[in-house]
């Protein structure tokens, strides 16, 4: 969680402070001292015990709340100058790939939103890592060499090899309170650089969407609904562990199969004919003439063929994705944004449905699988051949 706001520092009065800011903004609970230097030694180089110890003391009760002995949090009034820090100007190079209208950009999300534009994007789908733990190096690690970790690795069924599910009934108290706090701040970054009237549409899952949801509310945003994606999976259903024989007609949790997609808003400028003429959203584009767009989407799991193009752990099918990258622009005109891209599967979805498109991905090799899996996603069709596009 503390490496998700890491910035190239440069030697200003204050760096050392402003680190701190940076290494305590993202956390729900308080640091220890030492735990804070290691934070910010990794930041902006060796630093000192007793000058993190100083600048605590001399920044408290301004920016920094003592809640312990040796223990430290970031005043909640002190979130204005937080996004200050954010938005610095930025000399990072930035690795890119494009195709078509599509561009994905190799990036931690918040350092790069934070130098974007004001109104520079016109909607968002996203598919984010809303259990964080699972995203983990430590756990991405595992899940490579098949050892699963926190990841469920389902046996295959029917002949088919199912994809690995994150175990989020797993998640500690202090995990899901990171999820609350990660959302927020990823919710206050993003609505200055949308358009009035963007829809964003999140991925989510019914155990943590209502923690989602609740972030996104807070964070200014408007709630407009819910897509549901119908879909079988394979998470619940199961029988009690270690008494399945004993216990056979019981399933500890219901068989999903649904898929939560949420619905949020940037509050429109005057009324939603008024926020369509001048920015191009407000609403959603219909699939027809006369026939409203849907909030129940019934969708097959994503097709062999895209998850060898893709081979990303939440890889969602292209006919599902394009329905709602479709929708997302009323008017067919703007940019579609994706801050958590991984494999790029938005991205080829806008392109393939005629949009310019931007996606943000931080993991090196997921950026690696996009470049190689956008140009074939894109044109890619369900009878397993390409399409023009």
């Known amino acids: 969680m503390l490496g998700f706001m890491k910035k190239t520092e440069r030697n200003a009065p204050g760096r050392v402070r402003d680190a ?14 030492g735990d804070i230097r290691d934070a910010v030694s990794e930041m902006i180089g060796p630093t000192p015990q007793s000058s993190i110890r100083s600048y605590l003391r001399l920044n408290t009760p ?81 899940l490579r060499i098949g050892r699963g970790g926190v990841w469920r690795i389902p046996p295959s069924f029917d002949g088919h090899t199912r994809s690995p599910l ?32 963007a829809h ?38 199961d029988r009690p562990k270690s008494a399945h024989v004993e216990f056979n007609d019981v399933s500890v949790m219901p068989r999903s199969m649904w898929e939560p997609w949420l619905v949020y808003r940037k509050p429109i400028e005057g009324r939603v004919y008024e926020n369509l003429r001048k920015w191009k959203t407000g609403g959603f584009r219909r699939p027809e003439d006369g026939k409203p767009f849907g909030d129940v989407i019934p969708s097959s799991p994503t097709h062999k063929n895209e998850r060898q193009f893709a081979p990303h752990p939440s890889l969602k099918p292209q006919a599902f994705l394009r329905r709602i990258v479709r929708a997302v622009l009323p ?24 949009y310019e498109s931007v996606g943000v991905e931080k993991d090196s090799r997921y950026f690696e699988m996009g470049r190689r899996a956008i140009p074939l996603l894109a044109t890619y069709s369900s009878n397993g051949g390409s399409q023009s596009l």
């Open 20 to 33: 701190i800011l940076r290494v305590l903004s993202p956390s729900p609970k308080a640091l220890s001292v």
């Open 62 to 142: 301004g920016l920094f709340v003592r809640e312990d002995r040796g223990f430290y949090r970031v005043q909640e009034s002190a979130y204005a100058y937080r996004t200050e820090l954010l938005e610095e100007p930025s000399t990072d190079a930035e690795t890119s790939f494009s195709f078509g209208r599509a561009r994905l950009v190799q990036a931690d999300c918040f350092d790069w939103l934070g130098r974007q534009p004001k109104n520079s994007f016109h909607g968002v789908v996203t598919d984010p890592p809303y259990g964080l733990h699972e995203y983990t190096a430590e756990q991405q690690e595992k």
């Open 166 to 197: 994150p175990r989020f009934t797993t998640l500690k108290p202090q995990q899901l309170d990171e999820l609350r706090a990660f959302f927020v701040a990823w919710g206050r970054l993003l609505i200055p650089r949308l358009v009035p009237g």
């Open 200 to 237: 964003v549409i999140v991925a989510s899952n019914p155990l943590l969407s209502y923690i989602v949801s609740g972030a996104l509310a807070n964070a200014g945003f408007e709630r407009r609904g819910e897509l549901i994606r119908l879909v079988m999976t394979m998470r619940g259903g």
């Open 331 to 354: 008017l067919g005109e703007g940019v579609v944004l994706d801050p958590f891209a991984g494999a790029g599967s938005t991205l080829a979805a806008a392109e393939a449905v005629g």
